[in-house]
């Protein structure tokens, strides 16, 4: 039997062995606490977030990161569908993912586009993997990573590798020189593939060009200033040089030391070209090719410069096209562009080369006149645009397109001297020009545009009278001033207007100068004189000179010696009795065109003569080689004699200087006996005026010259 005393004892060590137990229990479960501490605390505070889902796709369980991730407090997503958290660009993704990994019983990863709880969205991706329990309950378990950061440095380098792509030829070394990175430019260019050149020292493209002293200098020049721009000749692929345009950079480290060299060149060869590539795309519309807005500024503050300078006003004309969305609305925008080009086409033909058009977006123009003669040649220029614009086109998608423009028109320096002042004026003037009912133009001026308006329909009203011939030729006589007789007689053109009757040269003239038709009208004067003079000649009537004016735009702008020829030809008249007179102020505007042009009349027999003379500016050390034979003092001076002291003068002194250069000496404008008999005391040679007589039709003129020549001279009072 077991004693009492060995009972207590094994009771003892018993009770000693459940304590010591016990204090293994409760150190396993303080480590076990510690631990579940340590998993909560890892779980929670973990660098990415963890939910679980539903099969339905609701959040049951988040840890803290999760939440945070989300902007969101726990309690709010327990039991929130997860589906409501992701962006609608993303919400079909997320769908069709969920589906398949609860039928694949699969992991899988995507990235999805997420809102936080205050609507911010940003990238996450999630791993997520199909969990099952023992009683065959099935969750989602998702690790949520906030990759935005990533993506937006995927971002900046997938554009920075399509800008090193698109970039020219371009490569990156390391600090020995070796390639490790070159673009597909750079391969084309030197004609070596990829895997043949990285790896290789940049050496490889050395040409013998440049000696060792270039080298050195180079990389001197790098190594203190961290980069190089210069020419260098590099050796191709298959053994060619080219010259390059070569840009070396340093890349450095914190510590500043070199650890890249990139460099980049161009072929010089290209340089112009691309060069004009690039100035055309800052300066020029890419639809239209015509300059644009920038272009404009430039050009139109030289201009206003040039038009201070040398006194001459110049023009803008802001153009918007009628109808134009109406044409971009029905056949689309690519009707549209052909339009736009179309018209630009149609405004670049009309205008003079030294003019500007310029396109500043949409449909609205800008034409830039220089050195414009009058402020209605703005004003022309706008109907002709109109009428140009008002023509039908033919585009691809349609073949009687119809639009109409209207014009607003500013004036330098009426309107503005400086750029914006003048665009500013001509916005609000064809503003006025839609307010009017569109298809037309305005001045900034509402006087000016009435003028131009009415200055134009008398242009219309002309070239009208030219196709019916309705101009008609008169002829004044020239009177030698001792004996009285007629030696010639200037051609004067009037006009018979059904309207307002017979209107004299000056009603129409200076409009046929603006208006370029005074080169056809002046072609028609010197046939229509020479015809008729010629008749005079074959009746047996006297052999005189006749004077015929040219305008000294037709001066400029025709072949008059050509056409001086070709009408002698045509009729017969002898060229010795042909006097083509010309304004002073015509001579000396282009004195070396001027003088090749008279010297080509002069050799085919052409008498010349200075017509108006003395109100215009003559160099005399020019002038004295001019191939003339009469100056033709203009009657301004003429009409106050004898009463204007300085009048008498000048033309006392015109008569001698013309005497002395070896010109005869003809007055214009003769009115009075006084007059006469000064002249006459003077030593002028002949005279023209109405103490004579007005400008005559042909007919009265040649019954005066069949008069005198069988009664022989008249005198002033008689006549």
């Avoid at 950061?149 to 490569?171: D, N, Q, T």
């Avoid at 109406?326 to 018209?343: C, F, P, Y």
């Avoid at 080509?600 to 001019?626: H, P, T, W």
Wanted: hydrophobic share 40%; with cysteine; aromatic share 8%.
């Amino acid at each position: 039997m077991i004693s009492n005393d060995e009972l207590l004892q094994s009771l003892h060590d018993h009770q000693v062995e459940l304590e010591m137990q016990n204090d293994e229990l409760r150190s396993a479960h303080a480590a076990l606490e510690e631990s579940r501490a340590r998993y909560l605390s890892l779980y929670e505070f973990a660098p990415v977030g963890y939910l679980t889902l539903t099969r339905e796709g609701l959040i049951v369980e988040i840890n803290l990161t999760g939440a945070t991730l989300l902007g969101m407090d726990r309690n709010q997503l327990i039991t929130h569908q997860f589906a409501t958290l992701v962006t609608n660009k993303d919400g079909d993704r997320w769908y069709l993912f969920f589906q398949q990994l609860i039928q694949n019983n699969a992991e899988h990863d995507i990235e999805l586009e997420l809102l936080r709880g205050n609507n911010s969205p940003f990238y996450a991706q999630l791993h997520c993997k199909l969990i099952t329990d023992n009683d065959k309950f099935t969750t989602i378990r998702v690790t949520l990573t906030d990759v935005t950061h990533r993506k937006r440095i995927e971002l900046v380098l997938s554009i920075v590798s399509s800008a090193f792509e698109s970039h020219g030829p371009m490569v990156i070394c390391n600090a020995n020189l070796i390639i490790l990175q070159a673009n597909h430019a750079f391969s084309v260019a030197t004609g070596y593939s990829l895997d043949e050149i990285i790896g290789q020292n940049i050496h490889l493209l050395k040409s013998d060009r440049q000696d060792n002293a270039f080298y050195v200098a180079m990389w001197e020049a790098i190594n203190q200033t961290g980069t190089w721009q210069g020419e260098i000749w590099d050796k191709h692929k298959n053994g060619q040089i080219n010259p390059k345009l070569l840009t070396i950079s340093t890349v450095k480290n914190i510590d500043n030391v070199v650890t890249h060299y990139v460099g980049s060149f161009i072929d010089i060869t290209e340089k112009k070209l691309a060069e004009e590539k690039i100035k055309h795309l800052a300066f020029y519309d890419s639809l239209t090719q015509l300059p644009n807005r920038c272009l404009l500024q430039e050009r139109l503050k030289y201009s206003i410069e040039m038009a201070r300078r040398e006194n001459k006003p110049l023009a803008l004309l802001m153009l918007d096209l009628d109808r134009f969305k109406a044409v971009n609305d029905s056949l689309g925008h690519m009707a549209g562009d052909e339009l736009l080009q179309q018209v630009a086409a149609r405004m670049t033909s009309r205008l003079r080369t030294v003019d500007m058009v310029s396109r500043l977006g949409g449909d609205e123009f800008i034409v830039l006149l220089d050195d414009i003669a009058h402020p209605d040649d703005a004003a022309r220029v706008a109907e002709e645009i109109i009428s140009d614009l008002s023509k039908s086109f033919n585009l691809s998608q349609s073949d009687d397109v119809r639009i109409g423009a209207s014009i607003g028109i500013s004036l330098y320096p009426q309107h503005g001297s400086n750029p914006e002042t003048l665009l500013d004026h001509a916005d609000a003037a064809l503003y006025q020009a839609k307010d009017q009912g569109r298809g037309c133009f305005s001045y900034f001026s509402e006087t000016l545009t009435r003028a131009a308006q009415e200055r134009i329909a008398l242009e219309i009203r002309l070239r009208r009278a030219i196709e019916q011939q309705e101009l008609r030729m008169f002829y004044q006589p020239q009177i030698d001033i001792n004996s009285g007789r007629i030696i010639g007689a200037e051609a004067f053109v009037y006009w018979q207007d059904p309207m307002d009757g017979l209107i004299p040269p000056l009603g129409f003239i200076p409009i046929a100068e603006e208006s370029h038709l005074i080169v056809e009208i002046g072609e028609w004067v010197l046939r229509e004189t020479c015809k008729q003079a010629k008749l005079w000649l074959d009746s047996g009537l006297l052999s005189i000179t006749m004077g015929v004016n040219v305008s000294p735009h037709q001066f400029r702008r025709s072949d008059i010696s050509a056409l001086v020829a070709q009408v002698l030809a045509e009729t017969g008249f002898p060229a010795g009795q042909l006097e083509l007179e010309i304004t002073e102020s015509g001579l000396m505007e282009h004195h070396d065109l001027a003088m090749d042009i008279l010297n080509n009349l002069r050799r085919q027999g052409i008498r010349l003569a200075i017509d108006d003379f003395g109100i215009g500016y003559s160099s005399l050390s020019r002038l004295k080689y001019f191939p003339i034979d009469v100056l033709k003092i203009d009657k301004s001076f003429i009409e106050k004699i004898p009463y204007n002291k300085d009048d008498k003068e000048i033309a006392t002194t015109i008569i001698a200087m013309g005497h002395n250069l070896g010109f005869k000496v003809l007055a214009e404008g003769v009115e009075t006996s006084e007059q006469l008999n000064f002249l006459r005391e003077k030593g002028c040679d002949a005279y023209q005026g109405y103490i004579k007589n007005r400008p005559l039709s042909a007919q009265i003129f040649s019954e005066l010259l069949a008069k005198e020549q069988f009664h022989g001279a008249l005198s002033p009072s008689s006549a």
